[in-house]
């Protein structure tokens, strides 16, 4: 398995700032995968980042919104930029491991975010 | 397009009762994978199962059975004697079957209370 860390596990910001998230995982991967889940609604996924390449966006998102970074194999970050209260949610990330011919997929325990 | 659906968004029981979980799927994959997570109070994910399309078999893991039909494209979650620390939300999710990087599909989960 993967032991995922996230900074920070909460936050709460004033609309118009910015706030970066940061994933930290135990092992190196390559593949990680950041989510959104909105108040009582599920998990989307917002885009997936390679590392040594860009991210690459689900429909609905964007880079300027939501720009990434991955750096190395054990780390990335998600920035929610020009935040307004539609941005509350819980955000979080996901490791790809391969296991016995599959990827398994695990989470970091997340980070919830509240925009005032 | 894959697409997981759970009718039931809420569900209450007593403690000790059997409750199931219903999930559906839409896919046009001939191979894939079906999921269940848990996500208690605290918000971080807890993988629960993973089941091949190619593998009928219903599982059982204490008192948690799965019982998967793929003549009716369903994937469904039994908890049996329900604890009040089954509380949370299930989610049910889909992934095609596996190259690096393949996003899984969430369904909009099933808030569970287990009630004393």
């Known amino acids: 398995s993967a032991v995922i860390s996230q900074k920070p596990s909460r936050d709460i910001c004033q609309r118009g700032t910015s706030l970066t998230i940061q994933c930290q995982v135990d092992s190196q991967v390559t593949m990680m995968f950041w989510y959104r889940q909105q108040p009582r609604q599920s998990l989307t996924l917002i885009a997936t980042a390679n590392q040594g390449s860009e991210a690459t966006y689900e429909s609905g998102f964007v880079i300027d919104k939501f720009p990434i970074s991955r750096p190395n194999l054990t780390f990335s970050t998600l920035t929610v930029s020009n935040m307004s209260p539609e941005d509350s949610s819980i955000y979080l990330c996901?490791?790809?491991?391969?296991?016995?011919?599959?990827?398994?997929?695990?989470f970091g325990p997340g980070t919830r975010l509240t925009v005032t | 397009a894959q697409k997981v659906t759970q009718a039931q968004t809420e569900i209450s029981v007593v403690e000790k009762e059997d409750v199931t979980l219903d999930c559906v799927y839409e896919t046009r994959d001939t191979t894939y994978y079906l999921f269940w997570y848990k996500q208690p109070p605290s918000g971080e994910l807890v993988f629960l199962i993973r089941r091949n399309s190619f593998d009928e078999q219903n599982e059982i893991s204490g008192r948690y059975s799965w019982n998967f039909q793929k003549s009716t494209s369903s994937f469904n979650f039994t908890i049996t004697a329900s604890q009040v620390v089954d509380s949370a939300v299930y989610f049910c999710?889909?992934?095609?079957?596996?190259?690096?990087?393949?996003?899984?599909?969430f369904g909009e989960g099933t808030q569970l209370t287990v009630n004393p």
């Open positions: 996901s490791v790809e491991v391969p296991r016995q011919g599959y990827y398994e997929q695990y």
């Open positions: 999710a889909l992934s095609e079957a596996r190259t690096s990087g393949s996003r899984l599909t």
